[in-house]
């Protein structure tokens, strides 16, 4: 009963980060393991992406592409993209190693409906490369999170 | 002359056959193109995907498993005394079956003269490939150790059968079985191949294949290493031994330093510095390797 209630209250408390111009989604349980990815050892990496400032940069620049690149446009239209910049951002913030948490829905369940294929994902790891290159993340940097992030495929590519 | 044509023609038929009759009709949509810049490799002299001289795991053309694509190149090798052109068309279907062709034309210039075959005497091959994907995905599979494994099979015919049997060797057609496994190391950003081929070529099957006392097929081993400067530019080196089958030369391994640019989703270009090693009893046999490659 008393664990029941730390737990409701946890989430509630969670559940409280998101900002208040987002979309309700749906009740989850929030874990760093729905990121589905173990994150690096050492901040190295963080440091060559210009730490949290330099990762938000990177993710907004990013989600301009969902809504231009004419191979996500339309799987993107309906996203909330202030919850999806800040979720996504507190993910990457996590993986390479920065003192985030992510907050966001698990991976698979939160992709698995969507129908995303192969050239997709490409698309879209092309244009997260072109907005590492422009906040200047070196190439050896760049390759350390995609390999973190290249496994979500199972997750991502289900069909 | 017209042989390149028919096999374009062909190449096309098959294609059209395969994008109408394609599993990937079920479930998914059809898309062409789609690939990630460079993990189609460049085209190989014997037309494979692959780097310039040993062939990948990696299949050809910028299709994913949604699709069909294909590639083009023409490469040119000058060594002290030879000249290698090679033509090649490849196409790929679903990131699992490559077929691919190539001509290779090995001008002995100045060299024929010295050789008793006549100053400007060419040899001429071609190959038929063919290329299957068993397991692994080279680039996705980051967090597994096993590489993407490929086999195949290159079906060589060269020309002029009479002087290459004066010249020992035992037969003008022969068959190279090859098995490749690739992998990215993303996050050392490097690639590496490891190949091994079962053949009796001498001098890739431009010299024939196999030779009186020597007509055994023997395995050898292809090696790539390349590193991901960018995402579009690999630098790297290979290795490739050989059979030494004829008598009246010695044959050695070959390698290369390269380096594959892509200049766009459509064209690359690759430069490097071949060494062939000795051909036809001239010694060192090295220089500068161009190739330029097309895909959809
Ligand atoms: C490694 C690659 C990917 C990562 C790390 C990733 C990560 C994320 C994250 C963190 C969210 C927000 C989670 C939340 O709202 O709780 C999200 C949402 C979304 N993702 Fe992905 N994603 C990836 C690939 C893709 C691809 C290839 C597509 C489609 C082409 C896609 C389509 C979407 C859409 C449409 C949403 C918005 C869902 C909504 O607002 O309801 N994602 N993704």
Redesign the interface.
């Known amino acids: 009963m008393r664990l029941g209630l730390t737990l409701a209250a946890s989430i509630m408390i969670l559940a409280s980060t998101a900002q208040a111009d987002e979309k309700a989604v749906e009740p989850y349980v929030q874990s760093d393991a729905n990121a589905g990815v173990l994150p690096m050892t050492t901040d190295a990496v963080f440091q060559a992406f210009h730490g949290r400032d330099g990762v938000d940069r990177i993710v907004h620049r990013l989600n301009w592409f969902h809504n231009h690149d004419p191979r996500l446009v339309d799987t993107f239209k309906a996203a909330d993209n202030e919850r999806l910049e800040r979720t996504l951002s507190e993910m990457l913030c996590y993986i390479l190693g920065g003192p985030c948490h992510y907050t966001g829905r698990e991976m698979k369940d939160l992709h698995k409906d969507m129908?995303v294929?192969?050239?997709q994902l490409?698309?879209q790891?092309?244009d997260l490369?072109t907005a590492m290159s422009e906040e200047h993340v070196p190439?050896?940097a760049?390759?350390?999170l995609?390999?973190?992030l290249?496994?979500l495929?199972?997750m991502i590519v289900v069909? | 002359m017209s042989k390149p044509i028919y096999i374009a023609l062909a190449i096309v038929t098959f294609e059209l056959v395969i994008s109408l009759t394609s599993p990937a009709w079920a479930g998914s949509e059809y898309v062409w193109g789609g690939k990630l810049d460079l993990t189609r490799g460049v085209s190989t002299i014997e037309g494979a995907g692959g780097g310039g001289l040993v062939p990948w795991a990696l299949i050809a053309g910028n299709e994913t498993k949604d699709g069909v694509g294909g590639q083009v190149s023409a490469t040119s090798l000058q060594t002290h005394n030879y000249g290698l052109t090679a033509y090649s068309a490849a196409i790929g279907a679903w990131d699992r079956v490559e077929i691919s062709f190539a001509r290779q034309d090995f001008d002995t210039g100045k060299t024929g003269g010295r050789l008793g075959l006549g100053s400007g005497y060419t040899f001429h091959q071609d190959i038929y490939g063919a290329k299957v994907r068993l397991a692994g995905d080279a680039v996705f599979d980051q967090d597994r150790w096993t590489p993407q494994v490929a086999v195949g099979v290159e079906y060589k015919h060269a020309s002029h059968a009479a002087l290459l049997h004066a010249l020992g060797s035992r037969r003008a057609d022969g068959v190279d079985l090859y098995v490749s496994a690739t992998k990215l190391y993303l996050d050392r950003s490097l690639l590496i191949d490891a190949t091994l081929r079962l053949t009796r070529a001498n001098q890739f099957g431009l010299l024939g294949f196999g030779s009186g006392p020597r007509d055994t097929y023997s395995l050898q081993a292809e090696g790539s290493v390349g590193y991901l400067l960018t995402p579009k530019l690999l630098v790297g080196a290979e290795i490739r031994t050989k059979p030494d089958n004829l008598a009246f030369a010695k044959e050695t391994q070959a390698g290369d330093l390269f380096a594959a640019l892509a200049l766009n989703k459509a064209v690359s270009l690759t430069l490097a510095y071949v060494d062939l090693g000795s051909v036809a009893t001239f010694r060192r046999q090295s220089g500068p390797y161009i190739s330029m490659q097309a895909g959809f």
């Open positions: 129908g294929q192969v050239f490409n698309a790891i092309e490369q190439v050896w760049q390759n350390k995609l390999a973190k290249a496994p495929k199972r069909r």
